[in-house]
C-alpha cells in the first residue's frame, strides 16, 4: 500500500470554528482517528495552521505528528529541520510584532474585534464584530495598510480575519511542497477550508490530491467535502 502524506488544516477543517481562536475545541473522536493514523506505517500526519506552534500542539498529545505552525514559519517533528526560507522570513518578523501592537492600539476600545500577536505571524479577528460597524473597520483597515504599504508585511483576508505575515515569499504552501519532498513517493492529500489554504492548493497542483472543506467556485482545490463534519469521515477511509 502506498503510503500517504496527510497535510490537514486546523481551525474550520480539523476543528469547527468558533467565536474565538480560545473558544474552538477538537472533537475526541477525530482526535482519536489522528492519533491511529500517525500510528500507522502507511501515513504522515501533518497538522498545518496559521495557529503558533505552541497553541497548537496544546490540541495533542502525538509526537508522532508533525507540526507546521504560523503559516510555514514554525515547524516540529521527525526531526526535521525549519527550511532556509522561512528561516529569511522570521528575520522579518518584528515588523509583524510592531504592526500587532500598533493594531492592538487602534482597535482596543472596539468590542468584537481583536489583535493576536503570534509570535511570528498576527491575525486581526473580527468575527464578533457588529454588522453595523463593518463598513468603518474596513475603512480603518484600507487606511492602516496604505500607511504601512512600505512596511516588508503581507495583509490576507480570511474568514473573519486578517492574516498579517512577514512579506518574504514563504507561506503554507511552500511549507507544504517543502514535506512533499522529504517523504518521495508517498501519496500527499492537503485539505483546508480557507484562503491561506489556497497557497497549499496552489503549490501542491499536480504533485498532490488537493480537498477544499466548503465549495468555493475560485477554489483551486480539485475536489471538495460539504463540511467541516465530513472531515471526519474522510478521515476514517484513510488507510
Not at 488544516?9 to 473522536?29: C, E, I, N, Y
Not at 496559521?50 to 505552525?69: A, N, P, V
Not at 483576508?157 to 504552501?173: C, F, L, Q
Request: proline letters at 3%; glycine letters at 6%; hydrophobic letters at 40%.
Amino acid at each position: 500500500m502506498r503510503k500517504k502524506l496527510l497535510l490537514l488544516d486546523f481551525d474550520g477543517t480539523l476543528a469547527p470554528l468558533a467565536k474565538t481562536p480560545q473558544a474552538v475545541r477538537l472533537g475526541r473522536k477525530i482526535k482519536k482517528r489522528l492519533d491511529v493514523l500517525s500510528r500507522s506505517k502507511n501515513c504522515i500526519v501533518v497538522v498545518v495552521s496559521g495557529r503558533s506552534l505552541k497553541d497548537l500542539k496544546s490540541y495533542f498529545h502525538s509526537r508522532r505528528i508533525i507540526y507546521i505552525g504560523n503559516h510555514g514559519l514554525e515547524l516540529s517533528g521527525r526531526g526535521l529541520r525549519l527550511p532556509r526560507g522561512a528561516q529569511r522570513a522570521r528575520r522579518r518578523a518584528h515588523f509583524v510584532r510592531l504592526l500587532a501592537r500598533k493594531l492592538g492600539s487602534v482597535f482596543y476600545f472596539w468590542e468584537g474585534v481583536s489583535v493576536e500577536d503570534k509570535g511570528y505571524t498576527a491575525s486581526l479577528h473580527f468575527r464578533n464584530l457588529r454588522p453595523d460597524r463593518l463598513p468603518v473597520f474596513s475603512e480603518l483597515v484600507h487606511f492602516y495598510r496604505k500607511k504601512y504599504e512600505r512596511w516588508p508585511v503581507v495583509w490576507r483576508r480570511g474568514k473573519k480575519v486578517w492574516e498579517i505575515r512577514p512579506s518574504d515569499a514563504w507561506d503554507k504552501g511552500d511549507a507544504a511542497l517543502h514535506l512533499v519532498r522529504k517523504f518521495p513517493g508517498a501519496l500527499a492529500i492537503a485539505v483546508g477550508d480557507d484562503k491561506t489554504d489556497e497557497d497549499m492548493f496552489r503549490a501542491l497542483r499536480k504533485k498532490a490530491v488537493t480537498v477544499r472543506v466548503g465549495r468555493w467556485r475560485k477554489s483551486r482545490a480539485e475536489y471538495y467535502l460539504r463540511s467541516q463534519k465530513d472531515v471526519v469521515e474522510f478521515l476514517e477511509r484513510c488507510r
